[in-house]
């Protein structure tokens, strides 16, 4: 009993710092919950699981604080969305295929590389390119796909590439924020459907990671109603850098213990 609350306290202290940093910056809610499932033993898959089951929640929170302060640009969500949700789909299907001992090092790697993404998005600057509107649905398939397959991946892929395409950062933000609670259904719905027919054979009881779960729904939960008001208040450089620099020495640290 004292293991379940320990558990359900540490992921409702990580639920709550994510989605404070995921709606200040419009990344990160994904990949700093899954660094924390992946760093306390959860398989790959479970973790991607768990993280994308708490975001259906988080998300939709963060979305109708989004639609309240009037950050969401209607165009870009549609252009968004369905590529987003179809990508997303596709990469639960190919992670549930895969051993999770086998993956496990990739997904620190791939996290590694995102936190290393997050740096260099925040440090570097470079002349705006804009995104031309049909390359909009690939960028938003492609983020669904690494979202699904490493547990996070939608902001940094999505919100970084527009953003530094010189598109409002608090339009992106809100829209991309907006869009993910749907893309967050989609691949938690993809494991729902890998899981029943026989697909995700490593499966095992998900019911053990129930408590971290439930953490990581009501921390982000009790965070994400000021989603909305953080995106246009708090300094996103410095606090960038610093989420980058987390995951990337958390998943050096890792892959290092592996080895």
Known sequence: MSSIVEDFTVFLVVGFVAQLIDGALGMAFGVVAT???????????HASAATHLAEVFTTAASAVSHIAFRNVDWRLFLRLAPAGMLGGALGAFVLTAIDGAVIRPFVFAYLGLMGGYIILRFVRTKP???????????????????????????????????????????????????????????????????????????????????????????GGLLAAPFAGYLVQRVPAKPLGIAVGLLILLVSIHQILRML
């Not at 660094?35 to 898959?45: C, D, I, M, Q, R």
């Not at 804009?130 to 690939?138: D, F, K, R």
């Not at 749907?182 to 029943?196: G, H, P």
């Open 35 to 45: 660094t924390a499932l992946l760093s306390a033993g959860v398989p790959p898959a």
């Open 128 to 218: 705006p390119r804009p995104v031309p509107p049909s390359a909009v649905p690939a960028i938003g398939a492609g983020g669904g796909f690494v979202d699904a397959i490493g547990g996070g991946g939608w902001g940094p892929v999505v919100t970084a590439t527009l953003v530094g395409a010189g598109e409002r950062p608090r339009y992106v933000i809100g829209t991309v924020n907006t869009t993910e609670f749907l893309v967050a259904v989609t691949i938690s719905a993809a494991f729902v459907i890998a899981l029943v027919t026989g697909h995700w054979r490593d499966a095992g009881d998900l019911s053990i990671h129930a408590a971290s779960v439930a953490g990581l729904v009501c």
